[in-house]
């Protein structure tokens, strides 16, 4: 029987309850498709702070390398807000594991099941059917990793420097992402850059035509500018099937996604690495794209449906088991569709706890 070997990396707030509920259910999933979860679980973000004094700490590290994909939960809260803003979770552990790993290629879908269309702020009457499209996003390059970047003084006053930097290399790459995710959907992809503006957006446009002309001529393949991606987003999701883009656009359009998607308790990522695994599969971490929700923490209330999707996404790219991941997405739907619903995506229906909605999906498995 296949072993499937990953670190589970919980982290803080509802991370630990949503995560409890994944396993449970890949341990089942498993005895049904023939694997079996091999697992170590390791400290993450505020947690980390508290046991070990740093985030993202050596032990933790090591767990991860010795891994072939890392299933995340989520990171950060108050206690840990008046850290300087270095040390805090979410910027100690979650950019240095993501550079540790070149997780370079985001993945998001932004899936709304169209009996939950209400739950979104564009309502039934603009996406009777729902939404489903996905938003490829480069992880480790342009604005956010870019050199130099400081503050300074000059002529008497502070001054603050980001550079925005790409090379083509890391444009194909993260192309190919695109291509291989089109390619198992409509084959239509929207790049987004700012070509009008920046130099980084030129190349990018440049790269993007002519890799896609090479290597995918298949794949309908349009270009459009940040600015109007943003507003388009919002009036007619469904006019994209995958959205593609750099670092800093995708971080806000693939936040704007999750907004119009509602519920972030619903809503799965993955991040993939340049590595592969054993098995000769892209390393990758996995997690809900919501945070840690300090506000309904420890309540036992929060939707684990993000953390059972993020663990889908695992099984498909990190360990090839397509047929278990879907079974497990289908299990999902049919759990929330059939009314089994969270509080945050209940309106009106009762609304289950964790504990009952990972009884619901597996039920539904
Ligand atoms: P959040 O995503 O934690 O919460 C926003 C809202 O969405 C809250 O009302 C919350 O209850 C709700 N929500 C989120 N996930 C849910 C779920 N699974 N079920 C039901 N409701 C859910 O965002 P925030 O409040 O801005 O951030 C809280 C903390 O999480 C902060 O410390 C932030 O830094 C951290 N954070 C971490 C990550 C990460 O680890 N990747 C991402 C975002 C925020």
Not at 222 to 250: K, W
Not at 324 to 344: C, F, I, P
Request: proline residues 5%; glycine residues 8%; negative net charge.
């Amino acid at each position: 029987m296949k072993t499937l070997n990953f670190a589970v990396l919980p982290g803080d707030g509802i991370g630990p309850e949503v995560m409890r509920v994944a396993l449970e259910i890949l341990e089942s999933l498993g005895q049904k498709y023939g694997f079996s979860i091999d697992y170590k679980e390791a400290d993450i973000g505020g947690i980390a702070i508290d046991n070990h004094g740093t985030a993202f700490p050596e032990i933790t590290h090591k767990i991860c390398q010795d891994s072939d994909a890392i299933l995340f939960g989520s990171v950060g809260g108050p206690k840990w807000e008046s850290l300087p803003p270095k040390e805090q979770p979410e910027r100690a552990a979650l950019l240095p594991i993501r550079k540790t790993f070149s997780l370079y290629a985001n993945i998001r879908p932004g899936l709304l099941y169209s009996e939950l269309s209400e739950a979104s702020p564009l309502k039934n009457a603009r996406i009777p059917n729902g939404i489903d499209l996905v938003c490829i996003r480069e992880l480790t390059g342009g604005i956010y990793f870019g050199q130099p970047k400081s503050t300074f003084e000059k002529d008497g006053e502070a001054v603050a420097i980001d550079t925005m930097i790409y090379k083509a290399s890391e444009i194909e790459r993260i192309a190919q992402v695109a291509i291989d995710t089109a390619k198992a959907r409509q084959l239509k992809v929207c790049s987004v850059d700012k070509a009008n503006v920046l130099e980084t957006s030129v190349l990018w446009r440049k790269v993007v035509t002519e890799y896609f002309a090479k290597n995918a001529p298949e794949i309908e393949l349009s270009h459009m500018y940040v600015d109007n991606a943003a507003m388009q987003l919002a009036r007619d999701p469904n006019q994209f099937d995958v959205l593609f883009t750099e670092n800093m656009f995708g971080d806000i359009l693939s936040d704007e996604m999750g907004v119009i998607c509602g519920s972030l308790g619903m809503l799965a990522s993955a991040s993939l690495g340049a590595t592969k695994n054993c098995l000769n599969l892209p390393f990758g971490l996995y997690e809900p794209s919501g945070g840690t929700a300090p506000d309904i923490a420890g309540k036992g209330t929060a939707n684990p449906c993000a953390q059972v999707l993020s663990a889908a996404m695992m099984l498909r790219y990190s360990f090839g088991e397509n047929t278990a991941a879907k079974a497990l997405e289908d299990a999902v739907r049919l759990a929330v569709t059939s009314g089994k619903r969270t509080g945050d995506i209940a309106f009106g229906k009762e609304a289950i706890s964790t504990k009952a909605m990972g009884t619901a999906i597996l039920k539904a498995l």
